[in-house]
């Protein structure tokens, strides 16, 4: 297989499932938006000129000794407590010793074998067999708090990695970042659903992390990102197969594929005799596939020994309580009584919630639109652009406030669906608000009876036939002169007046 993402040779799912057992396992590296880095005081901000966010600390320099952000620390508790974790009492850093470019001290400070908090589950929805939400439960093994590496630019070849690169660069602002790492236990009994339970347990991670507050969850910026754990074992046996983990996926819908074509992948080399190398992976989101890494290490390889620089985290159980005060609804109890409030029936809101839109239309309702006008927006329009694109649906461009703007100019009148289609389209296309692009586009409906009884006259005058019989009463005729004013008007008639005018003139 090349560097480039060529397909290997792959098994039919179906196949697959009939012969094998998938388990999954998830690592969710969470990105957190303090001010500053996770044992230093440089600044976080995402964006900056390359290596202008560094010190001596998260350069790693002789002499530079790091403190620990109580933000950060803050912020992992309540992850861990989101997540039906056990806090604990007392836990430390440890040194993660392996050399990459882009650590500067050649090793992580990271947590091993005493996370911050352990032994949680998540339950997540997916569509069950008959077409219901079914809930299935995630264990959580470990959440811990580590630092982010920098990052690697590899310049010149086609693929924008090393492979065939004539150099690499490397930015160091991204080192030392706060982040917590969210490790699932093996995830098993999924058979089919596993690609879906995959997707669900990320998309409803990503939404507590925005309702805790503690990132922005931006998977496009890397600030949420998966890496993806799949073995195959054959059926009825109990004990799991070698896994390979596919590094750094940063959407949904990679998420949900990546599994989808590890499973395949995996099943051909089973079947065709062959054994699964334990190695990490690289998710190529153009052509769909993965392309071999390097071989994953085991714990031990990494020489792991605690932190001699920083001293032990004892959060007290007092400090732990008022962190749990502070936690935001619970997402199954919360979609339950958010569906009662909207009116959704059971199938409106499983498909909202798969396509990964709950979080935008609750807050484009929060913004002041109807929910059912909020729903079908982002199911309809900013759906089919993301399947176009292939660019994830929280990614558009468009904002739940731009929406909610849109269909309060629909209620307004000032232009119909048909017209804020293009609106849509041109604050993707980033020409502005959307009071903007109407301007811009010259999109307002026209409402003004003279410019509007002209075109209903010219399409009376075009249209002898179906005046008569709208003459003769058949009043349900003017939907065909309608749509001949609406085009002659390039669709920005009211289409309400234009009902009225041709009625008044034909009765």
């Known amino acids: 297989m090349s560097a480039t993402g060529t397909a290997a040779k792959l098994m039919d799912l179906d196949k697959v499932l009939a012969t094998y057992d998938p388990a999954l396992g998830l690592e969710v590296h ?4 303090t001010n500053t880095k996770m044992f230093c005081g440089c600044p976080t901000e995402f964006g900056a000129e390359p290596n202008t966010q560094v010190c001596p600390t998260c350069l790693g320099l002789p002499g530079a000794m790091p403190v620990v952000n109580a933000k950060a620390v803050e912020a992992a508790i309540r992850i861990g407590l989101a997540l039906n974790c ?3 009492e007392w836990c430390r850093f440890a040194r993660k010793n392996y050399f990459y470019p882009d650590m500067p001290k050649n090793f992580q400070t990271s947590q091993y074998d005493e996370p911050i908090a352990f032994e949680g589950f998540m339950d997540v929805t997916i569509e ?9 439960r995630v264990e959580i093994e470990r959440a811990h708090m580590e630092e982010d590496t920098g990052k690697s630019l590899h310049v010149g070849g086609a693929t924008g990695r090393i492979h065939g690169a004539d150099y690499s660069l490397v930015d160091y602002n991204r080192a030392g970042i706060p982040l917590i790492e969210i490790v699932t236990k093996p995830i098993v009994g999924a058979g ?43 059926k009825g046996t109990e004990k799991l197969g070698t896994r390979t983990e596919t590094k750094n996926v940063n959407s949904l819908r990679s998420v949900e594929r990546a599994v989808r074509y590890e499973m395949r992948r995996h099943g051909a080399i089973l079947a065709g005799g062959g054994s699964i190398l334990q190695e990490t992976r690289h998710w190529h989101e153009d052509t769909g596939v993965t392309t071999s890494g390097r071989e994953k290490s085991d714990a031990e390889d990494y020489r792991y020994f605690p932190e001699p620089d920083l001293v032990p985290v004892a959060p007290t159980r007092e400090w732990v309580e008022e962190l749990r005060a502070t936690l935001p609804e619970n997402p199954t109890v919360k979609r339950a009584r958010l569906q009662a409030e909207w009116g959704f029936t059971d199938l409106e809101m499983r498909d909202t919630i798969g396509a990964g839109a709950f979080g935008l239309v609750e807050e484009t309702i929060a913004q002041g639109a109807a929910p059912q006008a909020a729903r079908k927006w982002w199911l309809g329009e900013m759906a089919r652009r993301s399947n176009e694109t292939g660019v994830e649906i929280t990614e558009l461009g468009i904002t739940p406030a731009d929406v909610a703007k849109i269909q309060a100019l629909v209620d307004a009148k000032t232009i119909n669906d048909k017209l804020a289609r293009q609106v849509i389209e041109g604050v993707i296309a980033g020409e502005g608000t959307p009071e903007e692009v109407v301007e811009k586009r010259g999109l307002a409906v026209v409402s003004d009876d003279g410019a509007l009884s002209a075109a209903v006259d010219k399409a009376i005058e075009a249209n002898p036939d179906v005046a008569d019989k709208i003459r003769d009463g058949k009043v349900a005729a003017a939907g065909a002169l309608i749509g001949a004013v609406m085009k002659e008007m390039r669709g920005q008639a009211d289409a309400g007046r234009v009902r009225e005018l041709i009625i008044e003139k034909l009765s």
């Open 86 to 88: 056990e806090i604990a």
């Open 30 to 33: 969470v990105e957190l938006n």
């Open 192 to 234: 089919a659903k596993a690609p879906a339970v995959a997707r669900a347990y990320v998309a409803q991670l990503r939404e507590l992390i925005l309702a805790l507050g503690v990132s922005d969850a931006r998977m496009d910026q890397g600030s949420i990102r998966a890496d993806v754990n799949l073995s195959l074992a054959p």
């Open 128 to 136: 069950g067999d008959d077409g219901e939400p079914e809930n299935f």
